[in-house]
């Protein structure tokens, strides 16, 4: 008799579980000054030192496709935890560097790391954290492998926040350049972290390339869904201002997709983003009517529904497990369907 499946949030807090104590270990081996620092980011202790009785749980969905990964071609997930380790300490360094570039003041609801310690402390955690990710798979099993598919996958990321930057507040961007960004910046880290779950579960490169596709296509619609949130998502949700998208001009894909087109709201839009000086609450509360009401919104979630489908025609073709298959799938539509 078959187990039911699991739903997603249950599969993400199973993957903290088990990667949580080794990402503080990991940690643990840094400098002191660097080590309290990084602590600090991710809500372990307080800046005294002292250890909070209630630190944040981690969302994990990096982590989770690693294992998951694995156990999809048949391995066993514990050879997977150094690759999980790596791939969340280098999703965490990109988080601290993301937000010294955007100027966030907040991450998940608590000041960020350069609003509280200063942009050195940020930059220097977040080198700390890509280094300590190349450390833990180098001493890890695969390492000719893993190693250098690892590091290029940060190099694909690094050029999709700098393409990021550069476009952020052009107008006129095209969608398709907002989702080679969006591949680059958050689909090649979810790819990466399926590709090296299967290599450590001992699966041939096709089922490989398959799973990394299923990773690439999720992180698309990862980051679809991300952008639809950044401008109407529930704050109290997702720990940040809810028109901080909007104020900074940042060309997401709604944006992109509601300056494209000839409507009379459309060109106001590019009108407001073309205007000097900062937009204020009036302004920001225009701009979002606006994207709304040239269908933005809905073309956003249906281009994430698009690349959610397409990511299971590639797991498909990766010959999954049932077990593992379904918690993949049920891991998307989290991710769709997500509201933080």
């Not at 602590?39 to 749980?57: K, M, R, Y």
């Not at 579960?201 to 619609?221: K, M, Q």
Request: proline share 7%; hydrophobic share 45%.
């Amino acid at each position: 008799m078959s187990s039911p499946p699991r739903d997603g949030a249950r599969i993400l807090a199973e993957a903290a579980t088990d990667v949580a104590p080794l990402i503080l270990s990991r940690v643990g081996g840094l400098p002191p000054t660097v080590r309290h620092v990084a602590g600090l980011h991710f809500g372990w202790w307080d800046d005294d030192g002292t250890a909070l009785d209630a630190p944040p749980v981690p969302k994990s969905v990096r982590p989770a496709l690693v294992l998951l990964a694995c156990r999809a071609v048949g391995g066993d997930a514990r050879d997977a935890l150094d690759a999980a380790v790596a791939v969340e300490l280098v999703h965490n360094a990109s988080l601290l560097h993301d937000d010294v570039i955007d100027g966030d003041p907040l991450r998940r609801g608590r000041p960020s790391l350069w609003a509280a310690k200063g942009l050195p402390a940020a930059i220097l955690v977040g080198d700390a954290l890509f280094f300590a990710a190349v450390q833990t798979l180098g001493e890890a099993p695969h390492a000719a492998v893993t190693v250098p598919a690892l590091l290029e996958s940060v190099q694909t990321l690094i050029e999709g926040e700098y393409r990021d930057c550069v476009q952020e507040a052009a107008v006129g961007v095209r969608e398709d350049d907002v989702l080679v960004v969006a591949a680059a910046k958050t689909g090649e880290l979810l790819a990466c972290a399926c590709a090296l779950g299967a290599v450590a579960g001992g699966a041939g490169p096709e089922r490989v390339a398959a799973l990394r596709a299923f990773g690439r296509h999720l992180g698309i619609a990862f980051q679809c869904v991300d952008d639809v949130l950044g401008i109407w998502g529930d704050e109290r949700a997702t720990g940040k201002p809810a028109t901080s998208d909007v104020r900074a001009r940042k060309t997401s894909l709604p944006v992109a997709v509601a300056m494209a087109g000839r409507s009379p709201q459309a060109g106001e839009l590019r009108a407001l983003y073309r205007q000097p000086g900062p937009l204020d609450d009036a302004d920001c509360r225009r701009a979002k009517e606006l994207i709304e009401s040239t269908g933005a919104r809905e073309a956003t979630l249906a281009r994430a529904r698009q690349h959610a489908a397409e990511a299971l025609r590639h797991l498909a073709l990766a010959a999954p497990r049932p077990g593992p298959a379904a918690d993949l799938t049920a891991l998307m539509e989290l991710v769709v369907h997500r509201d933080r």
